[in-house]
Each structure stands twice: as C-alpha cells, then as structure tokens.
C-alpha cells in the first residue's frame, strides 16, 4: 500500500493563476480531507468528502474547490492564487468518519508558494 | 470557544533525556484526544488516541495520559533519541455532527546528541 500520495511536493504559482493539487490513496478509505498548515497555526480544515460524490465546506474554504468522482482521488484546485494561499497542503483520510478509533492518515504535504 | 494549547513551544533535550510535552484545551463535547508526529517536511502520523474514559495510553517509548476533568493532557517520551526530533501535535475531536479535529499548533522537539 502506498497510503495517501500527494502531487506535486512544491510549487510556485504567480497571482491569479490556477492549479490542482493531487491526492490519492488506495486503503479504500470513504473519508478524505484537505487541511493547510500555517507556520504557529494549527492545521485547518478546508474541505472533507464522507464518499464519493458527496463534499463540504471545512472552515477555511474560500478559494478552494473540490470534487470527489472515485473513492480513490479527491483533487483540490485554486481558482485564482493569491499570496495568502501560500502554505503547506496536506491531504487526509480515514476508513470512516466519528468514532474515537477512526484513525487518519496524512500525505507528504504539498509546499506552495504564491508569488 | 474551542482551542487547543501546548506548550512549550520548543524544546531541546539531550539524547537519552525524559520529556513531557503538555496540551491543555477547551473543546466541548469531547469525543477524543490525539497526538500526532509529524517529521520535518513530513505529514503528521498518529501516536495515541484516547477517550474520556482512558487516562493512560502507550505507544513504545511515548505514554500520553488525559485528565478529562481538567481537560488536559501529556505526551511523556521516555529515553529520548535522535529520530524523536519532530513536531508534536495535539489533536481533539469534538463529540457533535460534525466530528471536527480541532488542532493544536504544536510542540517543537530536538533532540541533541
């Protein structure tokens, strides 16, 4: 098992521009979150999926989209970076949502800077 | 309002040296509380996870422990070693529909031959 992959590892982006970043993994996991990570700020929620076909906003979804087609893939895309937007990226899952055992399993990270 | 605070927020130690790294927070209603690793460069991988019913959890040289009354938590690591260099994150999980982690910003450990 690979567990969750993300891509890419770093990217730069210029202002106004859009990209998606990837995430994956192959535990079958119904659960799937994206979360940004800030320097002396805790992770942040921007958008969860509980299954395919089904998204919700986290607490910090303004500027993000995403979609869930398979169980496997839940892509997170920028509609037009701003600096502020500059942060690590980490993608997330779990085999369900609830419960105290529901472990989560994190991605790499995706470093992005926003010029 | 929900938080999550750790301190300290850094620390150095020597190899081979005991640590306890704190967690204090005022999330409502509980459901459970979680430490996370997380390396340089890395994404967090869980250590321990407890409800309000455990008040001791080990996992190898790291015991955390809950004090649900007083809504806080340590993270012991016994015999420090070169690789226990890492952030240490808190994490608590609210008991609505919601199942929201609300984390902490972490406890910076390194560890010095």
């Known amino acids: 098992n690979a567990g969750v992959t993300q891509t890419p590892k770093f990217q730069v982006l210029k202002t106004g521009q859009s990209m998606t970043l990837q995430c994956a993994q192959d535990m079958n996991h119904e659960y799937m979150s994206w979360y940004r990570q800030d320097p002396g700020m805790g992770l942040r929620l921007i958008h969860y999926s509980v299954g395919a076909g089904i998204t919700d906003q986290g607490e910090v979804p303004n500027g993000y989209n995403v979609s869930r087609s398979t169980t496997e893939d839940f892509p997170l895309r920028l509609l037009s970076a701003a600096p502020s937007q500059t942060s690590v990226y980490f993608c997330?899952?779990?085999?369900?949502?609830?419960?105290?055992?529901?472990?989560?399993?994190f991605g790499p990270g995706t470093r992005l800077t926003v010029l | 309002k929900n938080q999550v605070e750790q301190s300290p927020q850094s620390l150095i130690i020597l190899e081979g040296k005991n640590c306890t790294l704190q967690c204090n927070y005022t999330v409502s209603p509980f459901s459970n509380l979680r430490w996370y690793k997380q390396d340089t460069g890395r994404g967090p991988v869980s250590l321990t996870i407890?409800?309000?019913?455990?008040n001791t959890k080990s996992n190898g040289r790291y015991t955390a422990t809950l004090d649900a009354d007083t809504k806080q938590s340590s993270l012991h690591i016994t015999a420090s070693q070169l690789s226990d260099s890492a952030s240490y994150i808190c994490?608590?999980?609210?008991?609505?529909?919601?199942?929201?982690?609300?984390f902490g910003s972490g406890t910076r450990l390194l560890v010095r031959p």
């Open positions: 407890m409800t309000f019913s455990e």
């Open positions: 997330a899952s779990s085999y369900s949502w609830g419960g105290p055992y529901n472990e989560q399993f």
């Open positions: 994490v608590v999980m609210r008991m609505d529909s919601s199942y929201k982690l609300i």
